[in-house]
């Protein structure tokens, strides 16, 4: 062994192997990237020297790695459902939007979200096949004091009742179906008529959902309409209501139910107001208003 | 707000978000995932909130990890790269290898290994091309304590003047150059001929070379020659030996220098023995000896 009597960088120890390979960064780096590096690092480390892998479980850990990677395509994207099904997506979620100030709580947009949907009257039925057990929505959008807001904007999206959304069945579903934007009155109200959605699997036939099957979990989400509501001079929020009688509430794959969104979806017998509102009776009703905060 | 009075789990929240993730794991499953995935979940969702990505970010991340995929074919492995580069393939080495009982130190095996190399007789020239400046490699294999073992075999591989392994190029370098396998005499001695080893980058044109620029690190590996070594009765070691004089030592790009790996490369200045050596003159020299310990 030659004696060396100095070194810039340390090499090597298992003892001290995440200050190693922190302290190689240069000097003259983005500052944020050496942040989330010096974090990434650390807690990687960390996780190694926890599990203690053996070689075999290593080469495991980098080929599941790997075929996510390889599943991944343009329309098909397999870390973002490792994200989700790992609560991390809901996590940066969390992060990024206000909550406890009494407004609407968020949860995620999902990869189903399209530009430009219609804008339709209030009362529209957005369900354009007539599929469905038939619901309608109604209610108002309030400011965090309680104001209704006039000329706020609902946007709804959500699957039809075999639980999928139009862009998964091209060709089958009509283009736009149950899709739309709604415009609040000067009371702050809005009404739309949709079908009661249902749940559904994320694709699970990746290494994502081996790994989910491997944890004993399942590739349900919780049956959901999707929400993304703004008003001028408020925060605009994305989020989801939840009919409480899914049988996946507790167990969506991507952690998107929180409690506060689960709606009092009521199965309503009234032949006169059914045939006022052009459904079959029995129909849902649903009564939600969404609450905004104010615009920081 | 439909009130649920009772859940089996509970729905996600910022402040116990991994606690939400883990509890969701079957009761069934393999014990050993749930260990590893409960550490993976516990260190992620700590990361997260450690660094609280923005949506951009996030995304940044996803597309870093799929790209990173997306590279690795048969051929060329970018997540072993990663591995590598974060000093994760050192760790999950060191961890699976015992030390400090006076035994040469392990590192990492890397990608250029190829099985059944050419068994030599003690002195040849694994040097098939005649480039490069010559080096004799002389030393022994002892146990820990001092006894010399004979019938041990060294199996050396390097880099050729350039700083390509011969696998990587093929039709220009003569198969199987610069690799054998060699068996210590009686007295648990060993020698062979050969070059001084160059320094080379690891595939930098991936997303792993652009993090690795990014953080400031440059993609060299130091110099070195590979070494497995075994004799039975004796836990093989496979490790390297690297010459003082490289410019990389400290800046290895996978962090495979030990400060006990660094050889006494002598660059001798000895006409007659040059020549008995069947060497240009002046000639490299290295003494190494390897250290076993008793298999468990």
């Avoid at 990237?33 to 053996?54: C, D, G, S, W, Y």
């Avoid at 993304?228 to 998107?256: M, N, Q, R, S």
């Amino acid at each position: 062994m030659a004696t060396r009597t100095w070194t810039k960088y340390p090499y090597f120890e298992e003892e001290t192997s995440a200050d190693v390979v922190i302290a190689r960064m240069g000097t003259d780096i983005d500052p944020r990237l050496r942040q989330v590096m010096t974090a990434a690092i650390t807690h990687l480390h960390a996780f190694v020297k926890e599990v203690r892998p053996n070689h075999k479980e290593w080469l495991a850990a980098i080929q599941f790695l790997t075929r996510t990677g390889h599943m991944s395509t343009d329309w098909r994207q397999e870390y973002i459902l490792l994200s989700d099904t790992l609560g991390v997506t809901m996590l940066v979620d969390a992060i990024n939007n206000s909550h406890g100030d009494g407004a609407t709580e968020n949860t995620i947009l999902g990869p189903f979200y399209v530009e430009n949907p219609p804008h339709y009257p209030n009362g529209t039925n957005i369900c354009l096949d007539g599929k469905g057990e038939p619901l309608v929505v109604r209610g108002r959008v309030l400011d965090t004091d309680g104001n209704p807001i006039a000329g706020a904007t609902i946007d709804a999206w959500q699957t039809n009742e075999d639980g999928f959304y139009d862009v998964q069945q091209k060709g089958v579903q009509p283009e736009m179906n149950l899709r739309g934007i709604f415009t609040t009155d000067a009371d702050g109200r809005y009404w739309f008529r949709t079908v009661k959605p249902r749940f559904y699997p994320i694709p699970d036939d990746g290494p994502v959902g081996q790994l989910l099957a491997a944890m004993g979990r399942g590739p349900n989400r919780a049956a959901h309409i999707h929400f993304k509501v703004k008003a001028p001079g408020l925060e605009e929020v994305i989020t989801h209501v939840f009919p409480p009688d899914c049988p996946y509430l507790e167990t969506d794959a991507v952690f998107g139910v929180k409690e506060t969104l689960i709606g009092d979806f009521r199965h309503v017998d009234d032949a006169a107001e059914a045939a006022r509102l052009g459904f079959t009776n029995p129909y849902w009703a649903l009564d939600w208003d969404f609450t905004l905060a104010r615009a920081k």
